[in-house]
C-alpha cells in the first residue's frame, strides 16, 4: 500500500513538472511571436517612411526639372528670332540670359546632387520597394536630358558672345578707321610768318619775273612742303585764326568774299575770320604772310 501511495506521487510530480515546461515554452513562444510582430510593425513602419522620403525627393526632382525645362524653353524663345539665332538687343538683356542659364546649371547641379544621394539611402534601406529603381533611372535620365539641352544652349551663347565680340572689334576698328579718315579729311594746315621766314624754311618761294626774279615775280607755295611745317587745324569748327603783326596776304591766294583779314592796332594782332569754310579750304594748306 504505501509503494502504490509513493508511485502516485511521484506520477503527480512528474505531470506538474511537465505542465511547467509546456507552460514556459508557451509563454516563450508567446513572447517570440510578438517581438517578432513588433519587429515586422517596424520593419512596415520603417518602409513606409522610407517610401514617402524617396517620393518626396522625386517629386522634388521631377518639379525642379520641370521647372528647368518651362525656363529653359523661354530663354530659348526670347532669345532666338523666327528664322534662328539668338539675339541680344543690349549687353543688360545679354547678361540676364547668361545668368538665367547660369542659374538653370546650378540647379541641375542640385538636383544631381539630390539623386546621388537618394541612391546612397535607396542602398542602405534592407529592402527593396518594386518601382522604385526603374523611377529613380528614369529620373537620371530625365536630369542627363536637361543637362545636354542646357549645355547645348550655354555653347551657343558662348560661340554667339564670341562671334559678337568679333563683330564688335571689326564695327570699331572700322569706325576708328573711318573717324580717322574723316579727321584727315577735315584736317588744314597753315603756317605763320614774315617772307624772309618763310623762304628761309622752304615754304614759300619766288618764281616767274626778269632780270633773275626782281621784277615781276610771284610768291607761290613751294611745291615740296609737308604738314609738319605746319599747324594742324579742323576745318570746319575753327573758324578764326589770330596772329601777331599785320596780314600781308594769304597763299595760295583765296577770293576776298571767302574770308576777312581784321587788323587790332592796338594789340599789333590780326584776325583771320573764315566766312566759308567749305570753298575756303579746297586748298589744304593756308600760308598767312605777315609783315
Known sequence: MMKTHLAALGLCTLLVLGCNNDREELQKQLTDARNARASLQQDISDRDAYFEEVMKSVNDVYASLEKARIKEGQLKKSSTNPEGPPQYTNAQSRDRLIQNITEIGTALQDNRKKIAALESRMKQFKGQIAGLNT????????????????????????????????????????????????????????????????????IITDEGGFLWGLLGSTTVMSPDVTPSSFTPIDKLKEKLIRVDGHIEEILPHRNADLFAATQKEQEKTSELSITSPGRFWQENYLIIVTD
Open 135 to 202: 523611377l529613380v533611372e528614369n529620373l537620371k535620365a530625365s536630369l542627363a536630358e536637361r543637362e545636354q539641352s542646357i549645355t547645348q544652349l550655354q555653347a551657343k551663347v558662348e560661340g554667339l558672345q564670341a562671334t559678337m565680340a568679333e563683330k564688335t572689334k571689326q564695327m570699331e576698328e572700322k569706325d576708328a578707321l573711318i573717324g580717322d579718315q574723316i579727321r584727315t579729311i577735315n584736317t588744314g594746315y597753315y603756317v605763320v610768318g614774315t617772307k624772309d621766314e618763310l623762304r628761309k624754311k622752304g
